[in-house]
């Protein structure tokens, strides 16, 4: 078992939490977990076991290199940015060597479903105009079997921003686990009413997003891609969404999102 200093120290705002990189094997770790919810991390060197009770339901992303996961229900291969999700009753073991995997736990009203979405499969949906332009690929979506769980990858344009314009669901938390950099930087920014906070970002560090509006945007030259979880805390899952008051003017256009003006 590796000593907890060597475990990533989080950086605390009022309305997020900054995660830097794992850069040693690690076990799973608890990003942010209230009841049933949970979002977690790891950087295998091994096997990794999460059991999965009736009425639970849980998705994996293989973020870096490349992983096994198994259960009663089914066994995959995942390659980096391919994703699995699983309802118990099921133990899921996951192997990888320098692999790093992203887990999202919730309650689940479904039952022995497994699902494998591989990133070479998924349709890309260009989001936003000029400034703000992303592809956004939907891995577990509203229209799938989970019940509390949603999850995907945004990769924007060089420069812009994403998460654009800037949009809160405070029913939901959200994950973000950022690539492709690529030796540059991006900046996230998380702001509520109350203030803001503000974090450079670099390959695989991680942003949990408590509440609040969350765009981000990367350096010239750069794009800013990243992984999302979202666990939806409150009513039905959806992706509804709404935009910061004086923003309404910046147009979407087709987007995965539901937003409200």
């Not at 059991?51 to 291969?77: F, N, Q």
């Not at 990769?155 to 314009?165: H, L, M, Q, V």
Request: with cysteine.
């Amino acid at each position: 078992m590796l000593a907890r200093r060597e475990f990533p120290q989080p950086v605390l705002g009022p309305r997020s939490v900054l995660y830097k990189a794992l850069s040693s094997p690690t076990p799973l770790i608890e990003l942010w977990g209230s009841g049933p919810y949970s979002l977690k991390w790891a950087l295998l060197d091994g096997e990794e076991v999460l059991e999965l009770g009736v009425g639970r339901e849980a998705v994996v992303a293989c973020l870096k290199g490349s992983c096994s996961v198994g259960c009663e229900l089914g066994s995959a291969e995942l390659a980096a940015k391919d994703v699995a999700y699983a309802s118990g009753p099921a133990t899921l073991e996951l192997r990888g060597r320098g692999s790093l995997v992203v887990v999202g736990e919730a309650p689940s009203r479904s039952e022995g479903v497994w699902l494998v979405r591989r990133f070479s499969e998924l349709k890309p949906l260009l989001v936003g105009s000029e400034g703000y332009r992303r592809h956004v690929y939907t891995a577990l979506g509203v229209g799938d079997p989970s019940t509390s769980l949603l999850a995907g990858f945004t990769e924007g344009f060089p420069g812009e921003w994403t998460s654009f314009p800037p949009h809160k669901h405070d029913d939901k938390v959200e994950v973000y686990v950022y690539y492709g950099l690529g030796g540059g930087f991006g900046v996230q920014v998380v702001e509520d009413e109350d203030g803001a906070d503000a974090y450079v970002v670099g390959d695989y560090d991680a942003v949990l997003i408590l509440r609040g509006y969350h765009p981000n945007t990367a350096a010239p030259g750069y794009r800013i891609c990243y992984l999302w979880i979202l666990c939806q805390v409150r009513g039905e899952k959806s992706m509804r969404a709404t935009v910061k008051p004086g923003f309404e003017r910046f147009q979407a256009g087709p987007t995965h999102l539901q937003l409200e003006r």
